[in-house]
């Protein structure tokens, strides 16, 4: 029998809120990498619903230290390339764009890559990725170096412009 001040069971949700809410919480276990300063929680991806040899790339990322840092760049032998993307709201319109220059990040900084604000766009998948399985990424930081880490494979779901649509259908 539950005590005094017990928490209450979790509702579970269906869909993407229950997801997202997990991304969202401060990182509390062990990186799934870590190089110097930097640490990278949860990482995982998914592949496009609409455009198939897409996927997407979210994780978050961590600087311990007391020096900033800058996510210039990434690889992976599983496609041809990737992109680090934004999202940017002007107004009433929302619009994807690559960041060229990459994400700073400051020291002490909590950064999150999900659906709906920064994430990598995979572009070119050589093979689908299966869902349960890892797709091996190499993060390439400005003073840090490269950041070898897999990518554990979600269901297909909306992905960069697809995420888009699903925003301004939703109003």
Do not use: C
Request: a positive charge; aromatic letters at 4%.
């Amino acid at each position: 029998m539950p005590g005094a001040g017990s928490a209450r069971p979790k509702r579970k949700t269906k869909g993407g809120r229950s997801l997202l809410k997990w991304l969202r919480r401060a990182p509390k276990a062990a990186p799934a990498a870590t190089r110097g300063s930097i640490e990278i929680h949860r990482p995982w991806a998914r592949r496009s619903l609409e455009t198939p040899e897409r996927a997407g790339g979210f994780f978050v990322l961590t600087n311990t230290g007391p020096e900033p840092d800058r996510l210039v760049g990434a690889t992976s032998p599983a496609v041809e390339k990737i992109e680090i993307h934004a999202i940017k709201v002007r107004g009433g319109d929302i619009g994807m764009r690559p960041r060229d220059d990459g994400l700073g990040l400051p020291p002490g900084v909590t950064l999150t890559l999900q659906p709906r604000g920064y994430h990598l766009l995979l572009i070119g998948l050589r093979t689908p990725p299966i869902p349960g399985s890892g797709l091996p990424v190499t993060l390439i930081f400005e003073k840090t170096g490269s950041i070898d880490v897999e990518l554990l494979v979600e269901a297909p779901g909306p992905v960069g412009a697809e995420v888009l649509v699903e925003e301004r259908q939703r109003g």
